[in-house]
């Protein structure tokens, strides 16, 4: 049984005055913490477990404390902060993805590099879709005193965020298909490369007319998966309409959609590549509404190779992306007093697993 956690303590100032209407205006950004503290009838001490999320402060004294700090501009001071960088022993996993799977994986990874060498992994969801996301983000870096950052699709795509890190000072690692930033801040893991691997295969047994499922246009993976799949394709002499590509969400329900909208064409396609796992699943669904058999009617693979590939019956083909390794790999290099000085990008290559969800087309 999970224990109750204790009830938060009232802080000593909760009772304080409210801060006066007539505060002194202050220069945007120029308040200090003592400002803070005395214009809000609180201590120091208060206003900093305020800031450091604190569950020892009572929530009216919080709120009239952040709603002083917002009033003034007031964040804490990166310089003041950054000696506790380096003595930190917390590292940041950053995201904003919507496959559980995948989230998973990358933080099993990073906790394998982790293990034993004294610092601990935390993370911070965000919803990128929001326009103050990057100062959610800032805060959380700040407030945690972290050691560094890992950054994965898509929030690691996003050249604003990083360049707020740079600005406090907080070594990140960005985990993206295609190199985005200097050397020592990348992982990448050439998407593109193992689409067009996928092309090759479902060309190479026979299938001529094949339904693409891409992921959200906003991530860069999923512009990578589908145009290395569909340039696979051309480089053999299979140019794929434009109808015979659907826009999915990277879910399971996305994937049911996207296999009902091919499967509806005529010429019916033989075979569907979903750039990922879950919407593959998706497509098992769809080909199961219509009576129609994997392989025997239609081929599917997948990408990620997920648990839920060897799940699935037939056992999903699919693009084995090694999360867990890239984890692995993005805490080390922020573990790594070296990794400042690479002067080429860390990779990962993936590949593709065949299964039993994928054979010769009939005739």
Known sequence: MTPTPPRPRRSRSAAAAPPTADAPALPAGKATINDIARLSGVSKKTVSRVINNSPL?????????????KQLGYTPDPQARGLAFRRS??????????????????????LDALRDSGYELVVHPCDSTREDYIDGVRRFVLQQKLHGVILIPRVSEDEQLAA???EIGCRYVRVASIPLDAAPNMLVTRDRLASTEAANY????????????????????????????????????????PDYVYEGGYTFDSGVAGAEFLLAKSPRPTAIFACNDEMAAGVYKAA????????????????????????????????????????????????????????????????????????????
């Open 57 to 69: 402060v009572h929530p009216e004294t919080r709120e009239k404390v952040l709603a002083l700090m």
């Open 89 to 110: 022993f917390l590292i940041g996993l950053v995201y904003d993805n919507p496959t559980a799977q995948y989230i998973v994986n990358m933080q099993y990874g990073a």
């Open 164 to 166: 707020a890190l740079r």
């Open 202 to 241: 479902l060309e190479s047994l026979g299938h001529r007319t094949i339904g693409l499922i891409t992921g959200p246009r906003r991530y860069r993976s999923a512009i990578e998966r589908g145009e290395g799949f569909l340039a696979g394709l051309a480089a053999r002499g299979i140019e794929l309409a």
């Open 288 to 363: 199961m509404r219509r009576g129609l058999g994997i392989p025997g009617d239609l081929s599917v693979v997948g990408y990620d190779d997920s648990p839920l590939a060897s799940q699935l019956w037939p056992a999903l083909t699919t693009i084995h992306s090694p999360t867990r390794d890239v984890g692995r790999e993005a805490a080390r290099m922020l573990l790594d007093d070296h990794a400042p000085a690479l002067e080429q990008p860390r990779d990962v290559t993936p590949h593709l697993v065949v299964r039993d969800s994928s054979q010769r087309p009939k005739g």
